[in-house]
């Protein structure tokens, strides 16, 4: 990456119904790639939420064939965008799991990564409680990928807490985060999480969140948001669905670099 590029995040606050789910994505990254954007990301889960355990298992795509590849595939060939897809279902190795899956696929709708979420997400606080594990089966290798925006490296929503997992990308200039974080945990430390991980990695970050209450009633925190490698938010949107826009601009990620060296200075 030689000049400044426009990347963008986009919001969601996707419901049950798949076919609904990838019409409005469709929407938005029109929107994104409208304004310039040359990579695009979708938030973690945007083909659906709120689904049955059994209608998510249902929703599985074998890899390599089914609707949502499809969709993902001939919307980054039609607008010539680099499109990070969120994540979707993809058939595990248990029959009775699923693997929470980011796919990208370049400008020509060829799929050049595939990243399966390794953290999985577990919470209790009160009534509310989460337990990724009895449903999603982990996946066990780091993505990282070049592309015009630069070395992307790729994390799912809870992988967030685990900077080790950041580390072992690799010096990369971008971090793209599909999420769909809670309210609860999200207000209290998704934007402290996000910018910390830039600034650990000198690096911008992209990060795609759900945002809203969906037709289950379940809230997700939004605040996708675009940071620089000084930790700065470039551009960020609360709730609702909506697109965020900035220039990854390669001389920034250099300048930081250069005058705290941090990367060079790791020892462990």
Known sequence: MHEKMKIAAVQMISGPEVGANLVEAGRLITQAADRGARLVALPEYFPLIGASDAERLNAREADGAGPIQAFLSEAARRHGIWLVGGSLPLVADDPAKLRNT???????????????????????????????????????????FDSPCGRIGLAICYDLRFPELFRALGVVDVLVVPSAFTETTGRAHWELLLRSRAVENQCYLLAAAQGGQHPNQRVTHGNSMIVDPWGE?????????GVVVAEVDPARIAEVRASLPALKHRVL
Request: glycine content about 10%; charged content about 30%; proline content about 2%.
């Open 102 to 144: 980011c796919l990208v696929y370049d400008d020509q709708g060829r799929r050049v990564a595939r990243y399966d979420k390794i953290h999985l997400f577990g919470f209790t606080k009160g009534s509310e409680s989460y337990n990724e594990s009895l449903t999603i089966e982990p996946g066990s290798r780091v993505v990282a």
């Open 233 to 241: 938010v470039l551009d960020r949107i609360d709730k609702g669905a």
